[in-house]
């Protein structure tokens, strides 16, 4: 019998059915004809009345499933899903082991506690991941009584470890379904996409570094947000100025704001970001499409919600910081001694009863106001021990009584202010103030020697001058004591010298030049005190000081005045009030300035050119009764392979520009463009995240490179992606490609297995088992020496 199908419908009820598109109508479309069949199941020619019948059954079911007013539907990316739980598994699991001081825990659970007791303190990472421990930590109990003063050692059984390293750790988990994001809005496949979020998962070092009450896991967590809300925005360019654009940019915004206000390395993501939206402008600014109204729309937008809002966000988290910090502690000798005045307590107790005014007779301790070595503040000092005779290098010395800068509070730091015309060291009355200009000689309060500079080389900065006490030898070098008084930070030029507030510089007037600590220590003829000189470069922070303590001198004979000084206290009253903006200034250049500081070598400290290779490992903790530790090392696996895909996608990108220079397209103009830019941003922000850190000279540890291993770890995915597209052209490829991946993968958790017990820390290797694992040779891991048995 012949077969006949039924007669599709004309043509124009095709044009009509996709002039007025609806998804439904695409569902139709795909939908088989309606056919008779015969009693043996052969089909038979149908009729328009059936076919209708039919198409009106289809209908009602397409109805049936359209969405009601009111629903929301929603997709779930089954691999993402399981991936966010193994990732949080993995990084919840044994949370509350050890329950004891892990490596930086020591400071970030301290800084904790000290917000519950609302006492400052100083570090030189900004406060925000602070802040949130201490909210994990107020919600959790955290009693303030808790103490705790080196590495390993236990908590208190009230300490809420577990909640206080909740927080780290889920954003930590977190990480990986944004990397897996990341690549899917960068236009890469889901097997990419699987890839580097497996490889995040089993990467020991991120796994370690998200475990414990550090930094890392929420620093990481903002950065991957920060990238995947700057993708989504710049992917919704066809919906401009709608209600997703607006979110997703001032996501973008927020996001690199917390990730800065953590740790100021987050700034080199917002500087990614912002490199590539004012690219984004740019490129817009060529669409000639787009009036000049709309282009100005587009920048006030930009800037308004990624540089206004950011700063205000930033400003905010300080005031913030600086509220609840309203008592003096340990570290408040660090910031001026204006600031430490404001705070509840410590010098607040001395300053307000003193006298304003620094006046002709005056005695006061002078502060080096800008210190050049962060936690070392330091002040004026002289005692009875001259200079050397001579120095190594050759060179004489004055053989002056010393002047130093000494770091700790002593009756040496005191002298008394002397009208250069009169011989009493007594205040008249009324009161004679010092003002801006004036000349002064400082008498040293114990010695009773007149503060000195001549035209000798300092010991330690010979392109400086000595600064002594004067010690009359009856030679021809005579006394050059006399010093004007320049008020820095002067309203007009007859303003008094006030303590506290008064930045002033002390001229030299026989040389004109400055008085000035260089931060330099003194050998031991010195009392490893710093060096005090003077410096022809008067314009230098290292030139400012400011009276601390002060009192009036009452007693008119010198070993009164001794027995005054000596026995001098002050009477405490409120703190000072200094506004907002001058504290969070302050407080912004101590951090900066800290930034300079070169701290002392550490066992465990490396260099970043040695970071790539996994050179060094971080001990982190161990325990005292058995070989059971934690260190901080990346999975070799992971490392090798992310970096030398870096290397291989630059080497690709160098292969298609030299292809295109000789007019070979080997890609589409689209996936070219899309190459170049997964390129900048995750090659560049590999590069912009590494490259900084050879310019510093501070002591560097391996958890400065994770922010890098994200990226490479996600140039790895980006380059295997494109290998796969390109392997298509040749039949075998793409399964020799798949084969070679799974055994990546393969090694990767295998490594990842191998290193577990130095992630975790709960299994105590034998001896054998710990230099089994020491594939480097630099490599350093811990092992209990084994008691010697007890002679026989």
């Known amino acids: 019998m012949e077969i006949q199908s039924t007669t599709p419908p004309p043509a124009d009820r095709q044009r009509e059915r996709v002039t007025s598109f609806h998804p439904q109508d695409d569902i139709r479309r795909l939908m088989p004809e309606p056919q008779r069949v015969e009693g043996d199941g052969s089909p038979m020619p149908g009729n328009l009345e059936e076919r209708g019948r039919n198409l009106q059954e289809n209908d009602r079911?397409?109805?049936?499933?359209?969405?009601?007013?009111?629903?929301v539907q929603f997709e779930v990316d089954v691999v993402q899903f399981l991936l966010t739980l193994a990732a949080l598994g993995s990084r919840l699991w044994m949370l509350g082991h050890p329950r004891a001081v892990v490596f930086?825990?020591?400071?970030?659970?301290?800084?904790?506690?000290?917000?519950?007791?609302?006492?400052?303190?100083?570090?030189?990472?900004?406060?925000?991941?602070?802040?949130?421990?201490?909210?994990?930590?107020?919600?959790?109990?955290?009693?303030?009584?808790a103490d705790f003063d080196h590495i390993g050692a236990g908590y208190s059984p009230t300490f809420p470890v577990y909640t206080m390293r909740l927080l780290p750790a889920v954003l930590g988990g977190l990480v990986v379904p944004l990397v897996y994001q990341i690549v899917v809005e960068l236009r890469l496949s889901r097997w990419a996409a699987l890839l580097a979020g497996i490889c995040v998962i089993f990467d020991n070092a991120l796994l370690v570094q998200?475990?414990?009450?550090?930094?890392?896991?929420m620093l990481l967590f903002f950065m991957c947000?920060?990238?995947?809300?700057?993708?989504?925005?710049?992917?919704?360019a066809h919906r401009q100025f709608s209600v997703q654009w607006f979110f997703w940019l001032s996501l973008t915004g927020v996001s690199f704001t917390c990730n800065l206000s953590i740790k100021y390395v987050g700034f080199f993501t917002a500087a990614l970001i912002m490199i590539q939206v004012a690219k984004d402008y740019w490129n817009l600014l060529g669409d000639v499409t787009k009036s000049d109204l709309c282009l100005v729309k587009h920048?006030?937008?930009?800037?308004?919600?990624?540089?206004?809002?950011?700063?205000?966000?930033?400003?905010?988290?300080?005031?913030?910081?600086?509220?609840?910090?309203?008592?003096?502690?340990?570290?408040?000798?660090i910031m001026t001694s204006a600031f430490q005045a404001s705070l509840e307590g410590g010098l607040a107790a001395l300053t307000k009863g003193q006298p304003l005014n620094v006046a002709y007779g005056s005695q006061i301790t002078l502060r080096h106001t800008h210190s050049l070595s962060p936690g070392k503040p330091c002040w004026l000092h002289s005692h009875a021990h001259v200079y050397p005779i001579r120095y190594p290098d050759g060179r004489g010395s004055s053989h002056q009584q010393q002047v130093t800068c000494y770091v700790f509070k002593d009756i040496n730091n005191w002298w008394i202010v002397k009208h250069p015309d009169r011989n009493l060291l007594v205040v008249d009355e009324p009161p004679k103030p010092v003002k801006h200009g004036d000349v002064v000689q400082l008498v040293h309060g114990i010695t009773s020697r007149a503060l000195n500079s001549h035209d000798v080389a300092a010991p330690l900065?010979?392109?400086?001058?000595?600064?002594?006490?004067?010690?009359?030898?009856?030679?021809?070098?005579?006394?050059?004591?006399?010093?004007?008084?320049?008020?820095?930070?002067?309203?007009?030029?007859?303003?008094?010298?006030q303590i506290i507030n008064s930045h002033i510089r002390l001229h030299h007037l026989g040389t004109g030049q400055a008085l000035k600590s260089t931060g330099k220590q003194l050998p031991d003829w010195g009392f490893f005190q710093l060096e005090v000189t003077t410096d022809r470069v008067t314009d230098q922070p290292a030139t400012v000081w400011n009276v601390e303590e002060h009192r009036y001198t009452k007693i008119q004979d010198k070993e009164g005045q001794t027995r005054d000084i000596a026995h001098s206290e002050m009477i405490p009253t409120e703190p000072t009030r200094l506004s907002f903006w001058t504290k969070f200034l302050e407080l912004q250049y101590k951090m900066f300035m800290a930034k300079g500081d070169v701290e002392m070598e550490h066992k465990y400290s490396s260099e970043p050119i040695q970071w790539p290779f996994l050179s060094k490992n971080v001990a982190y903790w161990m325990s005292p009764n058995n070989n059971q530790q934690i260190h901080l090392i990346g999975n070799p696996v992971v490392w090798y392979s992310a970096f030398l895909s870096v290397i291989l996608y630059v080497g690709v990108f160098v292969f298609y520009l030299m292809r295109r220079q000789r007019a070979c397209y080997d890609l589409s103009e689209s996936d070219w463009s899309?190459?170049?830019?997964?390129?900048?941003?995750?090659?560049?922000?590999?590069?912009?995240?590494?490259?900084?850190?050879?310019?510093?000279d501070r002591t560097l540890f391996l958890h400065s490179y994770l922010p890098c291993v994200i990226y490479k770890i996600l140039v790895m995915a980006a380059l295997t992606d494109h290998l796969y597209s390109l392997s298509k052209r040749i039949s075998y490829i793409p399964s020799l490609l798949t084969i070679f991946v799974l055994g990546l993968v393969t090694c990767v958790v295998w490594a990842f297995y191998r290193l577990s017990p130095f992630t975790y820390g709960s299994i105590s290797l034998q001896t054998e088992e710990i230099l089994g694992l020491m594939w480097r040779d630099t490599w350093d891991f811990l092992i209990h020496a084994t008691p010697s048995p007890p002679p026989q």
């Open 61 to 71: 079911i397409l109805q049936a499933e359209k969405p009601k007013p009111f629903s």
């Open 104 to 145: 930086d825990e020591l400071h970030f659970a301290k800084f904790a506690l000290l917000y519950t007791k609302k006492i400052f303190f100083f570090d030189v990472h900004p406060p925000l991941g602070k802040l949130l421990l201490a909210v994990a930590g107020g919600f959790s109990g955290l009693e303030d009584n």
């Open 210 to 217: 998200s475990r414990f009450m550090l930094m890392e896991g």
């Open 225 to 236: 947000l920060s990238l995947y809300s700057y993708l989504k925005f710049r992917n919704l």
């Open 299 to 333: 920048l006030f937008v930009r800037a308004f919600l990624l540089l206004t809002v950011p700063f205000l966000g930033y400003v905010f988290i300080f005031y913030i910081h600086l509220s609840l910090l309203t008592k003096a502690g340990p570290h408040d000798n």
């Open 461 to 497: 900065t010979p392109q400086n001058q000595e600064v002594t006490c004067y010690i009359d030898y009856n030679i021809s070098m005579a006394s050059q004591n006399l010093w004007k008084v320049e008020i820095v930070n002067r309203k007009s030029d007859d303003e008094a010298w």
């Open 674 to 696: 899309n190459f170049v830019f997964v390129g900048e941003i995750l090659v560049g922000g590999y590069l912009l995240h590494y490259l900084p850190f050879f310019l510093t």
